[in-house]
């Protein structure tokens, strides 16, 4: 693949049945011409959040012919760093995209591989426009239910913005949600535990901030 601005990073919503804490996501394919960005997006149930955790895969797998591979090192290997987070067909994590706001922060999580976990940081610099994959018979990601004039699906534009001092393995994140599930902490209701299913997962500043101070510790 050699776009001529930004790669798509494809992002499937379904269930992988892997245990991952996660959807079956990830994937690249040529850039498109950007579209008009959708208006008056829906919002998700609770508080607006300011930092996410989005998962793709960094391992090979081909749906029709397309090998939906997209780990943080092809994000990072992109035109300007960045690309276009398509391809979610899932509501809930739609609405949270659609939360998005340019400048945040985001992890990037490792999805349906043999070590799944958070590998590093990306920001959002593109707030939620239309996912033209939707109308594109040819793409895995084609919506025969949805129209051009009333889209049903959105994505953002991500650029990396650093690798983790250490990558940080769900198993290790696991033992600290439980952890803090019976003695209290910032993990105690961590999406990724909770409403592990979801490709985008919302995250507290105080969920965000403890997974990243653990990039200077030692293992658990």
């Not at 591979?69 to 092809?74: A, L, P």
């Not at 995209?97 to 591989?113: E, I």
């Not at 959002?124 to 040819?138: N, S």
Request: net charge positive; charged share 30%.
């Amino acid at each position: 693949m050699a776009p001529k601005t930004r790669a798509r990073v494809s992002k499937r919503s379904a269930s992988s049945g892997k245990d991952d804490g996660g959807e079956t996501a990830g994937g690249k394919r040529k850039a498109a011409a950007p579209v008009e960005s959708a208006k008056n997006p829906e919002s998700s149930a609770g508080a607006q959040c300011c930092h996410w955790l989005m998962k793709s895969e960094p391992e090979s797998r081909f749906e029709n012919g397309i090998d939906v591979k997209f780990g943080i090192e092809d994000l990072k290997a992109l035109p300007d760093q960045t690309g276009c987070w398509d391809g979610v067909r899932n509501y809930q994590a739609r609405n949270f995209m659609r939360q998005m706001k340019d400048g945040q922060l985001a992890f990037l999580y490792h999805s349906n591989c043999k070590e799944p976990g958070i590998a590093g940081i990306m920001k959002i610099v593109k707030e939620a426009y239309v996912d033209h994959t939707q109308f594109d018979k040819k793409d895995v990601h084609f919506d025969a239910n949805s129209k051009p004039e009333n889209p049903k699906w959105s994505m953002v534009d991500v650029q990396y913005q650093r690798m983790l001092k250490r990558f940080l393995p769900l198993s290790e994140l696991k033992k600290y949600h439980q952890q803090h599930g019976s003695k209290g902490g910032p993990l105690k209701d961590m999406a990724l535990f909770t409403r592990a299913r979801l490709s985008v997962q919302p995250l507290t500043p105080e969920e965000f901030d403890f997974v990243q101070s653990l990039e200077e510790k030692e293992p658990l």
